[in-house]
């Protein structure tokens, strides 16, 4: 028996070959996107623009040549270094992509396997990736960049317009306004809690503003219940 959703078989991808063309392919592109992602978590927090220069080592200075910036294998053939002055590079540039890649592969699997429609990965891969910039960047230089949020928070609109199936309705001026208004009640509420906490806690920040941002926006990728399920298995951890 064979469900409306399951369009993991309509597309022919229990035959292996297939599958693993796909995964293959889907690895690929994640690890692109965590190359970009590499190109944010650098560059944002010091204000620099992740569109308008071209990549370039950080120690010379000299331009990344496009056949020494293939996510994973230029890595790889280079040794972690760069061809001109020879330093090596973060190994956070090799681990992104592979991270990237792989959990855009298991997050495509886990939608096939939960039957879901098959645009809801695109929120997922979304989401893993805005996550895993934050949280990156947060362990660094501990702010979470508006540059990194908003975006993704626009994109997050623009998917809920075009898919509005994936968030459970049939057209898209209501998944758009869902979206919005999740976010919106999200974000105040968890804002009232940062400055009573900060109140109650003499002065010191309860819950920074860059995490209020992050939240109202995971609200509109999770809804509620997930982004406070998310929020309490975080401080469990």
Not at 182 to 196: D, N, P, Q, R, Y
Request: contains cysteine; hydrophobic residues 50%.
């Amino acid at each position: 028996y064979y469900s409306s959703f399951d369009w993991f078989f309509r597309a022919g991808l229990e035959y292996p070959v297939v599958l693993i063309s796909v995964l293959f392919a889907i690895f690929a592109f994640g690890a692109c996107w965590g190359s970009f992602l590499n190109v944010c978590i650098w560059r944002m927090p010091r204000r620099e623009s992740v569109v308008s220069a071209p990549s370039h080592c950080t120690v010379c200075g000299s331009d990344i040549r496009w056949y020494d910036n293939i996510p994973v294998v230029s890595y790889l053939v280079l040794r972690g270094r760069c061809r001109v002055c020879k330093t090596p590079y973060s190994c956070r540039y090799f681990v992104v992509e592979v991270v990237t890649g792989t959990a855009f592969i298991l997050l495509f699997l886990k939608s096939a396997h939960a039957m879901l429609v098959p645009q809801t990965v695109l929120f997922y891969w979304l989401g893993f990736w805005y996550l895993l910039g934050a949280a990156w960047i947060d362990a660094k230089h501990r702010i979470i960049p508006d540059a990194l949020t908003f975006p993704v928070a626009v994109t997050t609109l623009i998917f809920s317009g075009f898919f509005p199936e994936a968030s459970g309705h049939s057209v898209w001026w209501k998944a758009v306004l869902t979206e919005l208004l999740t976010g919106a009640v999200t974000g105040t509420a968890l804002l009232i809690f940062s400055v009573v906490g900060k109140k109650i806690a003499g002065g010191r920040e309860a819950f920074g503003l860059g995490d209020v941002k992050m939240c109202a926006l995971l609200a509109m990728l999770l809804g509620v219940f997930g982004t406070m399920f998310s929020l309490f298995a975080a401080s469990c951890f």
